[in-house]
T-cell receptor, first 116, second 116 residues
Framework: AQKITQTQPGMFVQEKEAVTLDCTYD???????LFWYKQPSSGEMIFLIYQGSYDQQNATEGRYSLNFQKARKSANLVISASQLGDSAMYFCAMKSLSGSARQLTFGSGTQLTVLP | GAGVSQSPSNKVTEKGKDVELRCDPI?????LYWYRQSLGQGLEFLIYFQGNSAPDKSGLPSDRFSAERTGGSVSTLTIQRTQQEDSAVYLC??????????????FGEGSWLTVV
């Protein structure tokens, strides 16, 4: 079974500063993918970044980077130079790439508030 | 269309009535997912379709819930004899392919269901 844990229900960050959102996971699958999604108050789930378990380098997408530490089973999202529009709920998710389960398993989310 | 399209965007129904929620995935996407998100909660997997394979229905909460996917494209999620606890946002997602791949999963904007 897969499990995603996000231990920060809420986070605050000052505009233009960097923030790290924590995500740890548990799986017995040898191959898996890790995702981060942003959900603003409008409700849409917006894909941010993806990391494969066999990727050698940490994923980066613009101001988003994924701090992947495989041995610690952590996949923290780093947002640099926070903007007011970054205020939203952030979900970490994973999917097996080798097992029979194909669905994304989500964490409980972190509500990020960017302060002006 | 460019993204995953869901309809209706909002639905208010009386307890005991049946509802149908529609999802039109991104063209060419063979994998399709349904998730449910209750107010302030994370995402709960419901069902997954991949090409012509038998769907993974392991997340459906009761036999009042069913889904079909016609012609490998449009999917309909049906909830029979709706209950108040069915009130939630129902999110549909699709990806290019699922098999042994970490392809990005794109979500629609959801169908907000309220059972009164």
């Amino acid at each position: 079974a897969q499990k995603i844990t996000q231990t920060q229900p809420g986070m605050f960050v000052q505009e233009k500063e960097a923030v790290t959102l924590d995500c740890t996971y548990d799986t017995s699958d040898p191959s898996y993918g890790l995702f981060w999604y942003k959900q603003p108050s409008s409700g849409e789930m917006i894909f941010l970044i993806y990391q494969g378990s066999y990727d050698q380098q940490n994923a980066t997408e613009g101001r988003y980077s994924l701090n992947f530490q495989k041995a610690r089973k952590s996949a923290n999202l780093v947002i640099s130079a926070s903007q007011l529009g970054d205020s939203a709920m952030y979900f970490c998710a994973m999917k097996s790439l080798s097992g029979s389960a194909r669905q994304l398993t989500f964490g409980s989310g972190t509500q990020l508030t960017v302060l002006p | 269309g460019a993204g995953v399209s869901q309809s209706p965007s909002n639905k208010v129904t009386e307890k005991g009535k049946d509802v149908e929620l529609r999802c039109d995935p991104i063209s060419g996407h063979t994998a399709l997912y349904w998730y449910r998100q209750s107010l302030g909660q994370g995402l709960e997997f419901l069902i997954y379709f991949q090409g012509n394979s038998a769907p993974d229905k392991s997340g459906l909460p009761s036999d009042r819930f069913s889904a079909e996917r016609t012609g490998g494209s449009v999917s309909t999620l049906t909830i029979q004899r709706t209950q108040q606890e069915d009130s939630a946002v129902y999110l549909c997602a699709s990806s290019v392919t699922d098999r042994y791949s970490g392809n990005t999963i794109y979500f629609g904007e959801g169908s907000w269901l309220t059972v009164v």
